[in-house]
């Protein structure tokens, strides 16, 4: 029988994550792979709002936000434990997606872009004034992640976790977009009247995938300030968003695989460039220009076409 | 199975469609026709729950079916395809008509992206049903090509495959025909006939008249958005209001 192409990709992510560790010389690669595998597993969860569905968010740091403040705030000022600080958050920040879901996305193109983008700047800004419980600008500190007891150390113990969690997070979309529920979403992206005339109840769907996404990126929240140690109130803002965003289209819309190369390659950038010296900004600025040019697919989706017509 | 009465639907100042009435018998090929702007594709759009009536009613299966929406009305066994035609590009061809039976999947996110047990059976069912549904409209071939492969006339049956997905118990063409050349208007002839002779209604708008008045058991005529008439093909044929409207008044 011959594998699925997605499941050769998946088995050859599982397998890069596994010998990883053999190439990582030290912690600061370690935490260079880490971040990447953390904004790997929020892209690919807002992938499938964006590039399967075609519902545009530009506030998706906010539950992100929710995430990470939920857990340093219950952690560390009411003494709860890590993982149901964790689960508190999730499940905040699904009732929230939930109720602000309906009406904004009922709206379409810029005007939910503008929406959402309204939305994470109210989450940022709640976080920046409510000095008492986050600390405001200045930020707070986190507790570290304990789990029945055992506490999770280190670069290498994080490792493994958020290896994990990107595993499974990566086989769970592969999962949906395969299944009716994907195919659902993907039919709103492609003709939302014939979707709705086939019997899909797109705002429902629409609903579901916007709080999917958004427990997504709460959850790696959580992980992210337990994993830092420090939160300040800039992973809820507007660039994060952004950033948020930029992996998904510059690695490719509708694309899972596409989202974790979109995120490796935005963690990895800012580093390389560290060599221009105050320049790096312009350079990271051109460098997503030009891919967008000349990839306008998104790097992997552009490529695959490329190797597909010169195979054909 | 369908009665439409008195309906009307006005945008802005416009009137697309005025007062409105007729009936369509179960197991029948009910056509509609008329002049452009004549609002054929309004009404469509009002009895598939797009658009909300103005005034009138909807009766579909004898239950009230006017300004529901068009999920609801897919759940109850209607099903459409478009003058424009609507297929996701962004998706392959099988995946495509695998929407059409979207009703009768589980289609919970959670199923989904835990591929709980049942649901892959389901979906590999319902992905050989399709494939013997794009066999049935003629598009077989397509089977593992993406939708963006596909000619426009591949398409249009595409469109009724992923319709008769539903397995829809009243299923309205909005021009079928637009745009195909002879041969393959033939063959579309011939394919709203089998799909009629497995049981389903069919109403359809269309400005071929050689289709139309070969299928047709009842035709109705719009023009400025009334009816002007109402009958058999040949009474149609015969009626002087009818040629009027097409041939321009013999003033």
């Not at chain 1, 000022?77 to 999730?90: C, D, F, N, Q, V």
């Not at chain 1, 390659?265 to 040019?293: C, D, H, K, N, Y």
Request: glycine share 10%.
């Amino acid at each position: 029988m011959t594998m699925k192409p997605t499941t050769r990709g998946f088995l050859f992510l599982a397998f890069v994550l596994a010998v990883l560790p053999l190439a990582l010389p030290n912690g600061y690669y370690y935490d260079l792979a880490i971040r990447m595998a953390i904004n790997a597993s929020i892209a690919v969860g807002l992938n499938l709002l964006i590039g399967y569905t075609g519902q545009i968010s530009l506030g998706h740091a906010g539950f992100f936000g929710i995430g990470a403040y939920a857990s340093a705030i219950l952690t560390s000022r009411y003494g709860l434990p890590s993982g149901l600080a964790l689960i508190i958050g999730a499940v905040a920040t699904a009732v929230l997606a939930f109720a602000v879901a309906r009406p904004i996305l009922k709206l379409k193109g810029h005007y939910l872009a503008m929406a959402t983008l309204g939305l994470g700047i109210i989450l940022s800004m709640v976080i920046i004034n409510e000095t008492e419980l986050t600390g405001g600008p200045d930020g707070m500190p986190v507790d570290a992640f304990s789990l029945f007891g055992m506490q999770i150390v280190g670069e290498q113990a994080w490792y493994v976790v958020v290896a994990l969690i990107l595993l499974l997070v990566t086989r769970a979309a592969l999962n949906l977009i395969d299944a009716p529920a994907g195919r659902a979403l993907q039919a709103i992206h492609g003709a939302e009247i014939a979707a709705r005339v086939a019997g899909v109840d797109t705002t429902s769907f629409k609903v579901r995938v916007f709080v999917l996404s958004a427990v997504v990126a709460s959850v790696m929240g959580s992980i992210t300030a337990h994993y830092v140690g420090f939160l300040t109130p800039g992973v809820a803002g507007f660039f994060h968003s952004i950033e948020l965003v930029t992996m998904v289209v510059l690695g490719g819309m509708a694309s899972v695989f596409g989202s974790i190369l979109g995120a490796v390659v935005l963690t990895l950038l800012p580093q390389l460039l560290s060599a221009f010296e105050g320049w790096e900004t312009v350079v990271f600025g051109l460098i997503l220009m030009l891919t967008m040019i000349f990839l306008p697919r998104g790097i992997l989706p552009t490529l695959r076409l490329k190797f597909a017509g010169r195979a054909a | 199975m369908l009665e439409v009465r008195n309906l009307s639907k006005t945008f802005g100042g416009v009137k697309a469609v005025q007062d409105v009435s007729f009936t369509v018998r179960g197991g029948t090929i009910h056509a509609v026709i008329g002049p452009n702007g004549a609002g054929k594709t309004t009404l469509f759009n009002l009895i598939t729950g797009i658009y909300t009536p103005t005034s009138g009613e909807i009766l579909f299966e004898d239950a009230p079916a006017g300004g529901e929406s068009p999920d609801r009305l897919a759940r109850r066994g209607m099903s459409r395809t478009f003058q424009n035609l609507q297929v996701c590009m962004n998706m392959s061809a099988i995946e495509n008509v695998m929407v059409g039976a979207h009703l009768r999947l589980g289609t919970s996110l959670l199923a989904g992206l835990f591929r709980l047990p049942g649901l892959a059976k389901a979906d590999a069912e319902c992905r050989d049903e399709a494939a013997r549904l794009m066999e049935f409209v003629g598009v077989g071939r397509y089977r593992d090509a993406h939708a963006s492969q596909m000619s426009y006339g591949a398409l249009k049956r595409l469109e009724i495959a992923r319709a008769l997905a539903a397995k829809p118990k009243l299923l309205l063409l909005d021009e079928p025909a637009a745009g195909l050349n002879h041969t393959e208007t033939a063959e579309i002839e011939a394919l709203i006939r089998k799909v009629a002779d497995s049981g389903v209604t069919v109403v359809l708008v269309e400005h071929d008249m050689k289709l139309v008045m070969n299928l047709s058991d009842h035709i109705l005529v719009l023009d400025y958005g009334r009816k002007l008439a109402e009958g058999s093909a040949a009474e149609i044929r015969e009626n002087p209001d009818v040629i009027a409207a097409y041939l321009g008044a013999s003033a």
